[in-house]
């Protein structure tokens, strides 16, 4: 039986380096500086191996003070500028768009995730989903976690 994993907030300073080292590794290769991990790994002075152990395991922690991230599930009509208009609409509220994922549009509709962080709102999460969902076009708008 695999044990349940166990998580801490533990201030930067008080960690190893390698785990600085190996979370710095991972921005270099999202943030596309670097393009693979040999890459990243040398730039940061550590083995490749180290980077393997440790890169599940060592996550940046985003301060909520900042900004929260949400995900929204959204049910669209299958129908041109549709999702053009709802990206606006996060735009418009101050939602930094983070991630879109869009289902192969089927039976007139088409599902789409997007992710956002939320510190930049000019309103609260609510009234933002609500203005999202009275897009035209929009048939079901939900938060699924943020």
């Known amino acids: 039986m695999r044990k349940q994993p166990q998580y801490f907030i533990v201030d930067a300073d008080a960690l190893p380096e390698i785990f600085l080292k190996v979370a710095e590794a991972k921005r270099l290769l999202e943030a596309g ?20 152990k440790y890169k599940d395991a060592v996550r940046p922690f985003n301060d909520m003070l900042s900004g929260r991230i949400i995900n929204v599930q ?8 549709i999702l053009s208009a ?36 000019t309103m609260t999460t609510e009234e933002m989903l609500e203005q999202v969902a009275g897009e035209s076009g929009v ?8």
């Open 33 to 52: 500086e670097v393009r693979t991990v040999n890459e990243a790994a040398e730039r940061m002075g550590i083995s490749r191996s180290a980077f393997y």
């Open 86 to 121: 709802v990206l606006n609409n996060f735009a418009r509220c101050g939602a930094n768009i983070l991630t879109i994922n869009q289902s192969i549009p089927g039976g007139g509709g088409a599902v789409v995730s997007v992710g956002a962080e939320t510190s930049g709102l």
């Open 139 to 146: 048939v079901r708008c939900e938060i699924l976690g943020g």
């Open 74 to 81: 959204i049910l669209l009509k299958n129908e041109p500028g």
